[in-house]
């Protein structure tokens, strides 16, 4: 194979994502009627805004060859800690502070604080105690949903603070600031992993931890660095969601988990670690939303998402075998 | 010079009941070449690792440049001036040349006051440092990955020979290399040893040790069993050490 073959081929495996995005929305605004118009797309990206947020976090620890199942149980427990605090009915507190705009920050650091000291206790585990992820992360998810039900009593938050709505609903180029913030958070994290040491040393760590250990990279620090991102972006979609849904359920968020870990293995992650980019997982987010928006336009009912998202993250795994072989091939 | 770069004073290891290192204690100087020779278990990669940092030793201790020495983490041995190229290759195969060349000190620019890594610098490094050792890899930006195994170790070779420090230990370094890549290999080591720098190298070929090495340290079941100057032994001397037929070490043959 000459090399110029190879470097067609490897540059298609790397974007395979964005390739397969292109063709979906090509296809579905060729076969269904009326998805073919900019407020639709426009609320593709608004829709996958809480998602594409948590799908960073988890593509953090992935890449660095570790895994987070708690993301999801860790926004729902964010959003219900900013829902009883902020919300006015429900088992909401209606705290009010003056000025009105101080709810903000405070509500925002109060999620992201949350999300943060679960992801350092995750890492923290993983890290020191040398357990696996996968089932210190499974544990999380378990005991902090269970927190959220605890907390909530079963019940729901309603009518957020309209300082903190504001976000949802104010708009700028046709989007919502939610949205907005999405698009921020992927932008700066895409910048951290392929320009700084400390996304470079991340895939490295994914790539060869023993590698990294021995070149006298500090692999622990960087882990936990991690989790905790992950854990603090994952407060962020919590802190989202609960402006999105103003308040906050006890079974706000469920089956978010499955759609961020298809979205990142969709972008293009590998879930052997080392492999993957975050613009991809972006594309992989906006697939999913792409796709649920054609079911909903068509009418079909709301319970065939749930079914095609399954097969979707079996065809994403794969996917990712299969590419794994091609490489193989081209090495 | 007057005082010995790296001194070992009766370093022991063990793991359980077994005793990977008895006790072993000899020294480097600046500019020397140390050649680690002994049968398969021996103990030479779990020495090699204690120097590191990658494993602490059960008991004795080491001085370096004089002065008290237990590295834990190879990141501290690093920092001391210690570089080391494992037996089992320690590259990163899903990132490029370049960023295994630098792996865990790149070359940062601040912008904003955030580190943000210097890609064209460390590529003209990376070039300057092949080009200079007549290694020859089609592009940089290639992953390790579509590398052959000799390319792979020249990369770690070239690293140890860029960032030099102060020590350089080299566990088997020559073993996917061919032979005219291996002779480079050794006028690198050389080269490096002509500027003051310490060099261990563990290896299984005798013509190696005796083509590179100033001294040759043979370890056998966990103990020194020989340290002899190159000019002063032969081949075959050297292998009845490695093989015990002649008892150094356990008083004179009868």
Redesign the interface.
């Known amino acids: 194979m000459n090399?110029r073959t190879r470097q067609t081929l490897e540059f298609i495996l790397d974007n395979l994502v964005w390739f397969m995005l292109v063709f979906v929305l090509v296809v579905f605004s060729i076969l269904i009627p009326n998805y073919f118009q900019l407020g639709i797309f426009a609320n593709i990206i608004e829709a996958s805004s809480v998602l594409g947020v948590m799908s960073i976090g988890l593509a953090l620890v992935i890449i660095a060859g570790h895994m987070d199942l708690s993301v999801e149980s860790v926004a729902a427990l964010s959003a219900m800690a900013v829902g009883i605090l902020f919300c006015s009915s429900g088992i909401g507190l209606g705290i009010q502070l003056q000025p009105q705009w101080l709810m903000v920050p405070v509500s925002l650091l109060i999620a992201l604080a949350v999300g943060g000291l679960i992801g350092a206790f995750n890492g923290y585990l993983v890290v020191r105690v040398k357990m696996s992820a996968f089932i210190i992360t499974l544990a999380s998810y378990i005991w902090v949903r269970g927190l959220v039900l605890v907390i909530s009593g079963g019940r729901s938050a309603q009518d957020l603070a309209p300082a903190i709505r504001w976000f949802g609903i104010q708009r700028l180029g046709g989007l919502p600031l939610t949205a907005w913030i999405a698009i921020a958070c992927f932008v700066v994290f895409s910048l951290i992993m392929a320009?700084?040491?400390f996304g470079?040393?991340l895939?490295?760590i994914?790539?060869?931890e023993?590698?990294?250990?021995?070149?006298?990279?500090?692999v622990n620090r960087n882990l936990v660095i991690a989790f905790v991102l992950a854990g603090t972006i994952a407060g962020l979609a919590g802190w989202l969601l609960a402006i999105r849904t103003s308040g906050a359920t006890a079974n706000l968020g469920v089956g978010l988990l499955f759609n961020a870990f298809a979205a990142v293995v969709i972008g293009g992650v590998s879930l052997k670690g080392?492999?993957g980019t975050l613009p991809g997982v972006y594309a992989g987010v906006l697939l999913l939303s792409a796709i649920n928006t054609a079911i909903n336009l068509m009418g079909l009912p709301a319970n065939f998402t749930q079914v095609i998202h399954g097969l979707l993250v079996l065809a994403a795994v794969l996917l990712d075998a299969f590419k794994q072989t091609i490489?193989q091939r081209?090495? | 010079m007057s005082e010995p770069l790296l001194v070992l004073d009766n370093v022991a290891k063990n793991y359980g009941a077994i005793e990977a290192l008895k006790g072993i204690s000899f020294s480097i100087d600046k500019g020397e070449v140390v050649a680690l020779l002994g049968d398969n278990g021996a103990g030479k990669s779990t020495l090699v690792k204690i120097i590191?940092g990658?494993l602490e030793p059960t008991s004795g201790r080491m001085l370096f440049e004089g002065k008290e020495f237990l590295a834990k983490?190879?990141?501290e041995?690093?920092?001391a001036g210690i570089e080391?190229v494992?037996q089992d290759?320690?590259?990163?195969?899903?990132?490029d040349v370049v960023?295994n060349f630098f792996?865990?000190?790149?070359i940062?620019r601040k912008v904003l006051g955030?580190?943000?890594?210097d890609e064209r610098a460390m590529e003209q490094v990376v070039q300057k440092a092949l080009a200079s050792a007549g290694t020859r890899i089609?592009s940089l930006r290639t992953n390790v990955?579509?590398l052959s195994g000799g390319q792979r170790q020249a990369i770690e070779l070239n690293r140890f020979v860029h960032f030099g420090g102060k020590l350089v230990l080299l566990d088997e370094p020559f073993a996917a290399l061919g032979v005219e890549q291996t002779r480079r290999g050794l006028d690198m080591i050389r080269q490096v040893a002509s500027q003051g720098i310490g060099v261990v190298i563990i290896t299984h070929i005798m013509q190696q040790a005796f083509q590179v090495a100033d001294r040759i340290v043979v370890i056998r079941q966990g103990v020194v069993a020989g340290d002899v100057a190159r000019n002063k032994t032969s081949p075959d001397a050297v292998i009845n050490m490695i093989t015990g037929e002649t008892l150094a070490g356990a008083g004179p043959a009868s």
Do not use: D
């Open positions: 090399p320009k700084t040491p470079r040393h895939v490295m994914g790539g060869n023993t590698a990294t250990f021995r070149a006298g990279i500090r080392g492999v490489r081209l090495a | 590191a990658g983490s190879p990141a041995a690093k920092a080391t494992y290759l320690s590259l990163c195969t899903n990132v960023a792996m865990g000190r790149e940062t955030i580190p943000v890594l089609p990955e579509h």
